[in-house]
């Protein structure tokens, strides 16, 4: 299952960050992906648009709004909650 408007940003060797992919993937969702390692540009919309260079960071978008959730506990509770609101 996929969920609208969302973009995990990520480094593969970071643990808090295979706490979220594993998350993920335990409630079913296939979320979108963007590793620094291999993206300058990510890295780059995460610091600029984000304010700080910190993984994992959940960006979401509502509607015309956009926030970004840091802390891999916060993205784990955030994406149970949207499973469980549709």
Not at 33 to 57: D, F, I, R, T
Request: aromatic share 6%; net charge positive; glycine share 8%.
């Amino acid at each position: 299952m996929t969920l609208d408007g969302l973009t995990l940003y990520h480094l593969p060797t970071c643990l808090f960050c295979w706490r979220v992919r594993i998350a993920a993937g335990r409630l079913g969702l296939k979320l979108p992906m963007k590793n620094l390692m291999l993206s300058p540009a990510a890295h780059s919309e995460l610091v600029h648009e984000g304010g700080k260079m910190q993984v994992p960071c959940l960006r979401i978008e509502e509607g015309e709004n956009v926030r970004w959730l840091y802390e891999s506990a916060d993205i784990i509770v955030y994406l149970k909650k949207r499973l469980s609101n549709g």
